[in-house]
Nanobody, 122 residues
């Protein structure tokens, strides 16, 4: 059983940056692929970013490509999401998730955090 706890959310202005963290415990973190997802009010949960178990490959949704960066530190059992040039449409609850599979489909993720709110507003 893997427990995931996100942190780093907050309220920022358009153009600002935030870094989200997701700390894992209770499992072999380095064996899991990790993803970030988000859910805005009234919308379905959507994929944001993915990273392989060793951090060698990443994949992003088109809406965040070139603005967001996913990374991980397996020694610290933590995955990060650096978010730059934030826009109001990035407002959502952000979730990290762990999967044994190579996937960006939320239904294929095995473990989820509770989420952290990101609000981008002027």
């Amino acid at each position: 059983q893997v427990q995931l706890v996100e942190s780093g959310g907050g309220s920022v202005q358009p153009g600002d940056s935030l870094r989200l963290s997701c700390a894992a415990s209770g499992g072999t973190f380095s064996s899991y692929r990790m993803g970030w997802f988000r859910q805005a009010p009234g919308k379905d949960r959507e994929f944001v970013a993915y990273i392989t178990s060793n951090g060698g490959r990443t994949y992003y949704a088109d809406s965040v490509k070139d603005r967001f960066t996913i990374s991980r530190d397996n020694a610290k059992n933590t995955v990060y999401l650096q978010m730059n040039s934030l826009k109001p449409e990035d407002t959502a609850v952000y979730y990290c998730a762990a999967s044994r599979s190579v996937t960006i489909v939320s239904g294929n993720y095995d473990y989820w955090g509770q989420g952290t709110q990101v609000t981008v507003s002027s």
